[in-house]
């Protein structure tokens, strides 16, 4: 597995990141989504159909990050993007 390092003007360039279609008020310029009720139904939903367009925000060791795929520990919310990242690319996205 490889592991990539991208800065998130970057990720959102590459990956584009979708506005939170529940949530009119949603953190991170309206594309974060929830870790419950509707907008984590949303998220599985979409994970269960399509797992490499979730990403998951999460309490980095330092700082907070993006990671790819969708994961609970330290979930701080979650990201679908309309692009998937590559079958066997962990990507890690740096925060500015």
Avoid at 34 to 60: F, I, M, N, Q, S
């Amino acid at each position: 597995m490889t592991t990539i390092e991208i800065g998130d003007a970057e990720w959102e360039d590459t990956f584009h990141p979708i506005i939170n279609p529940l949530d009119s008020n949603a953190s991170c310029e309206g594309q974060m989504f929830e870790t419950y009720g509707e907008e984590l139904a949303y998220v599985l939903d979409v994970a269960k159909r399509e797992p490499r367009r979730v990403w998951t925000y999460v309490d980095g060791a330092k700082n907070p990050i993006i990671i790819s795929g969708y994961h609970v520990v330290n979930r701080i919310g979650y990201f679908i993007t309309e692009v998937a990242w590559d079958e066997g690319t962990d990507y890690n996205v740096l925060l500015d």
